[in-house]
T-cell receptor, first 114, second 111 residues
């Protein structure tokens, strides 16, 4: 158990809908990262938040957004969902700003868009 | 763009043998490297890391080797066990930048 929690574990929804994925980092960790993992790709970095501020953006679509709250938990919002958004979404956390730090991953949210 | 790793090759080893998983990276400025293990249905789990000022680092049953000249990283697992069966990812990082993950290598351990 990494100490990172994610909810929900599974999510089934329809195209065009909007969902919110939630992540609680390890106790004391200030950075939260979001990743997408689909069958035909490896882990794709989406976005990094540090202490409530966006720090880096990766391959995140404009239909997706995220935020990190004062209590350091984070939410990833996916809107206008498409079939191709079906994937595993992982959250990871690290102690500080991220350089040279191990990222500890949560168990993931499996999203299925029908 | 920059990329790390291979396209999900599979390595099959006999239980008790040593395993070597390889990873090529393309960003010569990367100075931090990590190996992760991902079991089916679970999130990636940290195994071992190494900084660019080192060539070798050992953990419990695992060793990571870094060859900066040819931009190559390897993970050696001693006395491979069935519980080692998983997908292994290498990742690289550079100061101020995100980690970039490879596609992964499947390790299958035969009993």
């Amino acid at each position: 158990d990494s100490g990172v929690t994610q909810t929900p574990k599974h999510l089934i929804t329809a195209t065009g809908q909007r969902v919110t994925l939630r992540c609680s980092p390890r106790s004391g960790d200030l950075s939260v990262y979001w990743y997408q993992q689909s069958l035909d790709q490896g882990l794709q970095f989406l976005i990094h938040y540090y202490n409530g501020e966006e720090r880096a953006k990766g391959n995140i679509l404009e239909r997706f957004s995220a935020q990190q709250f004062p209590d350091l938990h984070s939410e990833l919002n996916l809107s206008s969902l498409e079939l191709g958004d079906s994937a595993l979404y992982f959250c990871a956390s690290s102690a500080t700003m991220g350089y040279g730090e191990t990222q500890y991953f949560g168990p993931g949210t499996r999203l299925l868009v029908l | 763009g920059e990329s790390v790793g291979l396209h999900l090759p599979t390595l099959s080893v006999q239980e008790g043998d040593n395993s070597i998983i390889n990873c090529a990276y393309s960003n010569s400025a990367s100075d931090y490297f990590i190996w992760y293990k991902q079991e089916s249905g679970k999130g990636p789990q940290f195994i071992i890391d190494i900084r660019s000022n080192m060539d070798k680092r050992q953990g419990q049953r695992v060793t990571v080797l870094l060859n900066k000249t040819v931009k190559h990283l390897s993970l050696q697992i001693a006395a491979t066990q069935p519980g080692d069966s998983a997908v292994y990812f290498c990742a690289e990082g550079e100061y101020g930048n995100k980690l970039v993950f490879g596609a992964g290598t499947i390790l299958r351990v035969k009993s």
